[in-house]
């Protein structure tokens, strides 16, 4: 997959953020940012994610942060080599690439889980109140933006939001339908393949219930 991929839902959340005035950052990519094929921490970066380094160093969509490719503490490969410390399959498994500001939420693809083309799915890892575990959002990185230009678009209408600034709509937990629409991501869940990220929480196993109860459809 060339580095010039089209990446429709980064562009799509980028838009999403110019047109709702919603808090946004683009940096521009480091000079050393990795490319498709380079193996970062023993595992295969993701094509999408190459892509994304491409384009954009550490940035800012709304609530969510994008790390940077460099070597900040805060950037991809340090602040993964971080989590990975604590020994937790939630972190070692996946590669975290971004979270929700002031928050340890936090955005990762799983290689293990590439598909034929070589795309990661992409899961949320909760490390925060009490319950840690990671559960699936979307059957790819550009997926996954798309999905967040979604919720953006109903956080910035949601009462509570434009009364407060701070919404009653939390993602994922009040989007189940729109990631169920997506049929890639269904048919791992189905098959059992994020199980072993639950770690036995209930919460992440309502959510897989959750998911593969309604039938999928494009969004």
Known sequence: M???MPLPGL???IATCQQHALHMELSSPSASAPRAGELLLGELLDPHLAAVYQRLGASTFGPFTLYGSGSDEHDLIPRNQWLREYGAIYFQAPLSFGQDIGFSLYYGTVPRLADS???QPVVY???????QFAIPL???????????SLYLERMVVDFEYVHTGVPDLV?????P???AADAPLIAQVRAGRFDFLTNGEEGAHKW????????????
């Open 117 to 119: 083309h070589g795309l």
């Open 125 to 131: 890892i909760q490390a925060h109140d009490g319950e």
């Open 11 to 13: 562009d799509r959340l």
């Open 2 to 4: 060339p580095m010039s």
């Open 208 to 219: 897989l219930r959750e998911l593969s109860s309604p039938p999928s459809s494009p969004l």
């Open 171 to 175: 993602f994922p937990w009040s989007v």
């Open 177 to 179: 339908e729109l990631i």
């Open 138 to 148: 979307a059957s790819s990185v550009d997926r996954f933006f798309h999905l967040y």
